[in-house]
C-alpha cells in the first residue's frame, strides 16, 4: 500500500498486472490508449481510490475501477482486492470471438509456413 493518497497510472498498470512491464504502460499512456473521464493521461498522472480506468488493449476497450493503491506487483489471485472489472460482456464476447477466429490450422507434420505462406496467413488475418 501506498503512504499517500496517489500513486503514478503507469506504475498501478503494472502493479495489477494489466500490462507485463512498466515500460509497455508507460507506451500504452503515450499513446492514448489509457484514459480517465475519457480523457488520455500522462503516465506520470497520479490515480486515486475510486476512480475509473478505461484501457484500449488490441481492439477491445476493457474498464477498471481502482479499489486501493499499491507500490508492489502482486500475484493474479491478489488483483481482484485493487482493481475491480467493469468491462461490458460485448467487449468480453469480442475477445471470446477473436481466440476463435484468429486461429490458422496447418497439418502436422508439413514443417514451418514459408515466408509466402506466412504472408498469405498474416494477410487472411487482417
Not at 490508449?33 to 480523457?39: L, N, Q, S
Not at 475510486?50 to 481502482?66: A, L, N, P, S
Not at 488483483?79 to 475491480?84: G, K, N, P, S
Amino acid at each position: 500500500m501506498t503512504h499517500d493518497n496517489s500513486l503514478r497510472i503507469d506504475k498501478f498498470l503494472w502493479a495489477v498486472r494489466i500490462y507485463k512491464t512498466r515500460s509497455l504502460a508507460t507506451e500504452a499512456c503515450n499513446g492514448n490508449k489509457v484514459k480517465i473521464g475519457g480523457k488520455s493521461v500522462k503516465p506520470s498522472r497520479n490515480i486515486k481510490v475510486g476512480e475509473v480506468i478505461t484501457v484500449t488493449q488490441r481492439y477491445i476497450t476493457r474498464t477498471y475501477k481502482v479499489l486501493a493503491l499499491l507500490e508492489k506487483r502482486v500475484s493474479a489471485k491478489v488483483v481482484t482486492q485493487f482493481i475491480e472489472d467493469l468491462t461490458r460482456q460485448e467487449e468480453i464476447d469480442k475477445l471470446k470471438m477473436e481466440r476463435f477466429t484468429s486461429y490458422i490450422q496447418r497439418y502436422k507434420g508439413t514443417g514451418r509456413p514459408t515466408k509466402k505462406e506466412r504472408r498469405l496467413m498474416e494477410k487472411f488475418k487482417i
